[in-house]
């Protein structure tokens, strides 16, 4: 059988100031799916790390007295260790101030110099150094004498330098033709007919070098010049798969990449240049881009400059880390803005996680510890209704599967938590309390039925919760090995006989005043 091989990124993050829920989103989402890849046989490589050069961090860490990579170095860390606190599953983080990924800057300048994309010339626009890009005059409004971006709402200010040019004007055409060859390469479909009007409209060439700040990756041959920080961000994609040396195994086995996860901020340069620059360097692009939506908070894009910050990790030491995985995959529709609030995560963990997939594994748990001794129970023939319980999940597993490859995420959520909903119908209905005293063989079946629907379940909520699916497997003495799509198809794995662990409870309810 040949490889099923999985390449998956987010967007490398601006070491600058404390990590917030936007950027939070962004990793669970792609560890979300990395995971599911991870535990669908296929080898996934995911990809996450900090993008450190450009005019806003050399401000930043001019602002704090610091030398800019002593500054990276230090925020660095804070971003590498959001992603264990996160517990996401990357295979690697890149920093862009490494040795690999200036190598592979250098490769792509060059290649698209060569290929006569690139030329000198001098830029004079609009700059915006907290998004480092370039808006032309219809996309900037003037508040109260200062000039601002009309979608980020950022301040701009006049360059006028000397700057090489990538020209993206030759290529609109080629995009779109792209775009239309490729139709599921910009999703969600909203993201993708923005980005079609826009390109339609015809592009103008981009600046893609900078003289007036030294804090970024030189141009190979006119070293006063450094490359535009996009260029040199984006590329970090690739460098983690070692290019140049495209003859790696990294680099064949990834490149294409799936999947870049990014926010619906950042898609211009994602859907647009990123394409264009890989075409131009003879590379091909990658297979596609994802733009979700904003958390808000009160309504508004939750960033520093508006102060109004849900912290991640705060959340993260009062709820816990799946709780708030669960909370955003679950609440917040991928590709649009979602507003999120304490209220509603805790009455989101008390609904899904407390009541109902919890209290399920809590109960089924507890009855067999005190009735078969914590034993794990010998079932007799499955009747047509204990057929149906297992039945519903493994007929739905190809569904489940095509929603996780078109980023269904909520779709796919709500299936799951039906599944455990009415794993819970099943035990009352069936009452296993009273069937101690008339039929213990029934007890029993219907006991083995409902730890297999626990198993399932506890498969598919692994990778939006992947500590507390560790947990039940660890109580139901099934191996790591064995947290996989296709063991749900097994009807015994479950070995009769074996000893439920005792676990303390899952998810705590929470209550209102907390
Ligand atoms: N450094 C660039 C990405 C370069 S990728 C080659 C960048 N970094 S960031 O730190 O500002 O943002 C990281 C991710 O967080 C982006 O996907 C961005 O869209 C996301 N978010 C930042 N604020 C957000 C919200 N309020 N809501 C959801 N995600 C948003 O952009």
Known sequence: MPEKNFYITTPIYYPSGKPHMGHAYSSIIADVFARFKKIDGYKAYFLTGTDEHGLKIQREAKKNNKDPKKFCDELSITFKNLTKTLNLSNNDFIRTTEKRHYDSVKEIWERLEKSGDIYLGKYSGWYSVSDEAYYDEEEIIDENGSKKSKTSGSKVEWVEEESYFFKLSAWSNKLLKFYQEN???????????????????????????????????????NKKHIIYVWLDALTNYISAL??????????????????????????????????????A?????????????????DE??????????????????????????????????????????????????????ANNFGNLC???????????????????????????????IIKKISDLKYMIDNQELNSYIKEVINFSFNSNKYFNDLEPWKLKK?????????????????????????????????????????????????????????????????????????????
Request: proline share 6%.
């Open 362 to 392: 809590q109960r089924v748990f507890s009855f067999i510890d005190k009735n078969c001794d914590s034993k794990i129970p010998s079932p007799d023939k499955f009747n047509t209704r204990d057929k149906e319980l297992s039945d519903e």
């Open 281 to 297: 360097a003879k590379i091909k692009p990658p297979k596609r881009v994802y733009g979700h939506g904003w958390i808000l908070s």
């Open 242 to 279: 070692k290019f140049p040396d495209t003859e790696n195994k990294l680099y064949r086995d990834f490149w294409p990449a799936d999947l870049h996860i990014i926010g619906k901020d950042i898609l211009r340069f994602h859907a647009i240049y990123w394409p264009a620059f890989l075409l």
């Open 438 to 514: 008339t039929n213990k063989v029934r007890m029993n079946t219907v006991l083995y039925c409902i730890l297999n629907q626990i198993k399932s379940i506890s498969i598919l909520l692994y990778p939006i919760i992947p500590s507390s699916i560790e947990k039940i497997f660890d109580t139901l003495n099934l191996k790591k090995e064995e947290l996989n799509i296709e063991q749900i198809k097994n009807l015994n794995l479950i070995v009769p006989g074996k000893i439920i662990k005792k676990s303390n409870i899952l998810f705590k309810k929470i209550d209102n005043d907390n």
């Open 183 to 221: 139709p599921k390469f910009i999703l969600p479909v909203s993201r993708r007919n923005e980005v079609v009007n826009f390109v339609k409209k015809g592009l103008k060439d981009l600046s893609v070098s900078r003289t007036s700040f030294s804090w970024g990756i030189p141009v190979p041959s």
């Open 300 to 353: 508004k894009k939750m960033s520093k400059s508006l102060g109004n910050i849900l912290d991640p990790l705060e959340i993260i030491k009062d709820y816990g880390v799946d709780q708030l995985r669960y909370y955003l995959i679950k609440e917040v529709s991928l590709g649009n803005d979602g507003s999120i609030s304490l209220e509603n995560l805790k009455n989101c963990i008390n609904n899904d996680l």
